[in-house]
């Protein structure tokens, strides 16, 4: 695991988005996992922009989101669909039939949980995976206590992640209680993943994430067991980690050559 610690998010997602930019230049038809939430929106602002001016080329390159929820109409600005039509897909030319995202209106759930595991092994396996973290260590939505194996399938939303998440609904509207996500294996096949996190409210599930033992109470904790994982913080994010003189440390002493730049 390589923990980098920013001066801020826009340069934690800026280095973010030149790993997904130098992936798709030696890759064209790379598959990319992707993440909703604030914090990964301006790694995709970040995109746009390398799109519009470096003509960054998105036409061969297939995505697979990590969650939706349940119930929830494509068209509803709160769903996931939405989100990734708004915040990045209407603006590259990413071929509509390349891009995946759970279906929260699937008819039958468990046989598009299948499905959707398989069309990620056809396409490849996601070549680079992109994660928030939520304030009680959730990857995708698998909450705590979800299986560290589990694959795409519906989960329930713990109330701390509802109220998180509250912002995104109307004041008049319910949030959800029911999701579909990625399970955590299914992200682990990842080959590359580049969790993000900043500010002060993800410091505590950071630090129990990095440093504290591997248990499914804290569902990003697995990432400690994954080959090729980057971490990128801001220094809120970071204020817990016991070891961040050593992870300063470590990146500054990094080979030239091993930089992303
Ligand atoms: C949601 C998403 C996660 C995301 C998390 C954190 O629950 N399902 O993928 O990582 O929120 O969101 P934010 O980045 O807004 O803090």
């Excluded at 992707?34 to 746009?48: C, E, F, H």
């Excluded at 939505?141 to 912002?167: A, C, G, Q, Y």
């Excluded at 949030?175 to 955590?184: C, E, S, W």
């Excluded at 569902?219 to 204020?239: F, G, K």
Aim: with cysteine.
């Amino acid at each position: 695991m390589e923990i980098i610690i920013v001066p801020d998010a826009q340069s934690g997602c800026a280095y973010a988005a030149r790993m997904i930019e130098k992936l798709i230049v030696r890759k064209p038809k790379a598959v990319l996992g992707l993440a909703t939430g604030s914090t990964p929106i301006p790694v995709y602002q970040n995109l746009i922009e390398k799109h519009q001016k470096n003509n960054l080329d998105f036409s061969q390159v297939t995505t697979f989101n990590l969650d939706e929820y349940l119930g929830l109409d494509p068209s509803h600005p709160a769903s996931y669909r939405y989100f990734m039509r708004e915040n990045l897909f209407s603006k590259i030319n990413i071929p509509e039939n390349q891009i995946h995202i759970p279906d929260g209106l699937a008819h039958d759930i468990s046989a598009h949980c299948a499905e959707y595991e398989a069309d990620i092994l056809k396409a490849g396996g996601i070549d680079l995976q992109l994660l928030g973290i939520g304030g009680e260590g959730h990857i995708g939505f698998n909450e705590p206590s979800s299986s560290l194996t589990s694959r795409t399938r519906v989960k329930t939303l713990i109330p701390r992640t509802r109220e998180d998440n509250k912002r995104f609904f109307k004041p008049n509207e319910e949030v959800p209680h029911h999701v579909l996500t990625m399970g955590i294996g299914t992200i682990m096949e990842a080959r590359t993943i580049v969790l993000l996190a900043f500010g002060a409210a993800k410091a505590e599930a950071i630090a129990r994430s990095l440093e504290g033992p591997l248990t499914a109470r804290i569902p990003a904790s697995i990432l400690q067991m994954h080959q090729n994982t980057v971490v990128l913080l801001d220094e809120a994010a970071a204020s817990k980690l016991e070891m961040i003189d050593y992870y300063r440390y470590v990146y500054e002493n990094k080979c030239d050559w091993q930089r992303v730049k």
